[in-house]
């Protein structure tokens, strides 16, 4: 059987027709020209189809003498299926490999691994403890051992499917950077056992600076628990938990286009919601890469054209949709002190409920007699800066203006003390 990676070099070295996705699209004499089609009804009526065929791939040539060394790095590894198989070892029908889209292509991982580790951002000049949650089958993994000892001393892979764990396990015997722990990176349990087994041995680092070792890194599953991750992640950050306790540890995504719009959406925006707040009030965040070098049915599995019996999903959970690489870094300032993330839940969880309505008119949804903080919103007493323009529509206020609300809030006698927040997803789901 042919390596994934003797395969995409002699596509390098065979000409063919580049494949072209025409679902939406019909090539003419003319140029490209855009197909009419019925919109479907709703989001939730347009069917993803259940059965597969492979979308056939034709991978650039490899130009740059550096990354064509890491490829042959890369090759030296304990080898994926060829990517022409992966539908047959990782079928799309288990809701695990539909919900997890993972990254497949070499060269893309590589370049992904480099821009998460490597970047003037990220980079803290010491050697990486990475820990590495939904790595599917591993081909970011490999990307990762492609770093040098001075870059990455120790890769902790969290992954809880069997036929993944199939491909990771050889890497471990492969290099001895390599840990690879059968338990998922959703549940609290997975990093108490990290730091029992003691494959967790950092120092805990001053706030002011970037972790110098630490760095965690996941594929944010496309289904509702993976936006809850992404969520409890943000919300970790203020509170110093989870792996916050050992400083400001750089976290790196991929995820769907949709999530980093609605984590990113800046004041006014149609995406702007609790998470956005939550997340630009913790974090400094930025696509690591440009979206155009992660074109979904080049580089990620299943990139299959859905064809035959038909399944129902929402339009931001349906194949295809675009995935990008993203960069988060805590605050060194936080917004939102520590303690005080439940109250900022709260609240935003309440009024974003009334997201075009204006503060006075929705800030009675915090609770009875929750009015009066319109007048310490207002005070005219104070500067100009620590006043909110109670006029302005939820989705519009700024960060200062949620910082205000929530200083309001908290000194506020009457304030309700069940906030009723849930604790850390523990995610079970279906393997088979």
């Keep these: 059987m042919l390596s994934s990676l003797r395969t995409y070099n002699i596509h390098l070295r065979t000409r063919g027709l580049p494949f072209i996705y025409t679902r939406n699209f019909v090539s003419t004499s ?11 009804k709703s989001s939730s009526d347009a069917p993803e ?3 597969d065929i492979v979308a056939p791939t034709t991978p650039p040539l490899v130009e740059d003498p550096q990354l064509a060394a890491l490829l042959s790095q890369y090759s030296r590894l304990p080898a994926l299926p060829p990517i022409g198989d992966w539908l047959s070892h990782f079928p799309s029908s288990s ?3 539909r919900d997890r889209i993972t990254i497949r292509d070499p060269a893309s991982a590589i370049r992904v691994a480099h821009s998460f ?4 951002k990220t980079s803290t000049g010491n050697p990486k403890v990475i820990i590495e949650a939904f790595p599917g089958p591993g081909a970011l993994s490999r990307a990762f051992l492609t770093l040098p000892p001075s870059q990455l001393q120790k890769l902790i892979i969290l992954e809880d499917y069997g036929p993944y764990l199939e491909y990771l396990r050889p890497l471990a015997h492969a290099d001895p950077r390599v840990r690879v722990v059968p338990r998922s990176g959703f549940n609290w349990d997975t990093y108490s056992h ?7 041995d950092v120092d805990i680092a001053p706030w002011n600076t970037l972790h110098p070792e630490l760095h965690f890194v996941t594929h944010i599953p496309q289904n509702t628990p993976g936006e809850q991750f992404v969520a409890q992640l943000f919300r970790c950050i203020p509170e110093k938990s989870w792996l916050f306790k050992y400083g400001r540890v750089p976290m790196s995504f991929i995820l ?9 959406a800046p004041p006014k925006s149609s995406d702007r919601c609790k998470l956005s707040v939550t997340a630009e009030a913790a974090s400094q965040f930025f696509l690591s890469l440009p979206p155009e070098k992660l074109s979904y049915f080049d580089h990620f599995h299943p990139a299959a054209l859905p064809v035959g019996q038909a399944v129902f999903r929402p339009q931001n959970r349906r194949r295809g949709n675009p995935f990008l690489a993203v960069n988060v870094l805590p605050h060194a300032e936080q917004v939102i002190e520590k303690g005080k993330m439940d109250q900022w839940d709260f609240i935003l969880r309440r009024l974003f409920v009334l997201r075009s309505t204006p503060l006075c008119k929705a800030i009675g949804l915090l609770a009875p007699g929750a009015q009066v903080l319109l007048d310490v919103l207002t005070d005219k007493e104070l500067p100009p800066e620590e006043r909110v323009d109670i006029r302005t529509k939820i989705g519009h206020l700024t960060l200062s203006d949620w910082a205000l609300i929530a200083r309001a809030f908290d000194a506020w006698p009457f304030a309700p003390e069940d906030l009723n927040i849930d604790s850390f997803i523990n995610y079970n789901r279906d393997q088979s």
């Design 194 to 200: 990290l730091l029992e087994t003691g494959d967790l």
């Design 49 to 51: 189809h259940a059965a």
């Design 256 to 264: 769907t286009d949709w999530v980093w719009r609605r984590s990113s």
């Design 30 to 40: 003319n140029g490209v020209k855009k197909r009419r089609r019925r919109s479907p």
């Design 95 to 97: 809701p695990v490999v």
């Design 117 to 120: 580790i490597t970047s003037k």
